[in-house]
């Protein structure tokens, strides 16, 4: 494991079984201002995650023992920490598979260092300015069906009082769709509005990640209610939403 000197602009943790890629992307990133950390493996990211405060996880998707797809999946199990995964260029059924398992963002090997830092620097924005946007909407609950959805908190809670754990970009996502309720969305207005950046379009992304939400929140995710397929149009959310209520103390 290595670790750079402290830099302002984030800590960023590195896992990839290839020294070459962790040593080029700790030089790289440490002169753009981040605190990088590196790990060979899955081993460790326990003990870094409960030594130092991550801000973002760069994991290879293809790592000895446990996959960066099983990690990534666990991690989602008890953390909203935002994940690029790194895969090998031309495997979409592995960028698929990345998104379904929660990561933020993808990028392919071999890939332009600049390229990577302006994913990094993407989803540090949308993650750290949520929350900023969210408060700025006094406190905010959206409510639509048996849901709750806390814009302030960043929590979706059902009516019987369980707490749903989304990612970032899942959150983000429901959240464009919430309030924008009866309105087609197109894919690209999708990755926009939860972006806030003009990026080059990956189809798939939106899908998966509407996906993940259908088996979130809809009681039948094959047949969904909520989230709604518009053929050639991209994706309606259905549902009656009830707008600025407040948090119950």
């Not at 666990?74 to 059924?93: D, Q």
């Not at 950046?197 to 990956?202: A, G, H, I, L, R």
């Not at 969904?224 to 149009?233: A, E, K």
């Amino acid at each position: 494991m290595g670790t750079s000197a402290n830099a302002p602009s984030g800590h960023l943790l590195v896992v990839d079984d290839d020294q070459e890629i962790c040593a080029l992307l700790k030089r790289f990133l440490t002169r753009q201002g981040f605190r990088v950390t590196t790990a060979a493996d899955g081993t460790e990211i326990e003990q870094i995650l409960a030594d130092w405060k991550i801000d973002l996880l760069i994991l290879d998707l293809m790592l000895p023992g446990k996959d960066g797809l099983s990690i990534c999946r666990e991690l989602r199990e008890k953390s909203n920490l935002p994940v690029v995964m790194l895969t090998v260029m031309g495997e979409e059924n592995d960028r698929i598979k990345g998104f379904d398992g929660g990561a933020d963002d993808y990028i392919a090997k071999p890939f332009n260092p600049h390229e990577l830092l302006a994913r990094i620097r993407a989803v540090l924005r949308r993650t750290r300015l949520a929350p900023q946007a969210a408060n700025a909407g006094d406190g905010r609950v959206l409510r639509f069906g048996t849901w709750r959805l806390n814009l302030s908190l960043r929590r979706l809670q059902s009516e019987n009082g369980t707490l749903v754990d989304l990612s970032a970009s899942e959150f983000d996502l429901l959240a464009t769709f919430a309030e924008r309720p009866q309105q087609v969305l197109s894919r690209d207005q999708l990755l926009d509005l939860t972006r806030g950046q003009v990026e080059q379009p990956f189809d798939r992304k939106i899908d998966m990640q509407v996906s993940r939400l259908r088996h979130k929140i809809e009681e039948d995710p094959k047949h969904p209610d909520l989230i709604q397929t518009v053929r050639g149009g991209g994706y309606v959310f259905t549902a009656k939403v009830e707008h600025n209520e407040k948090p119950a103390a």
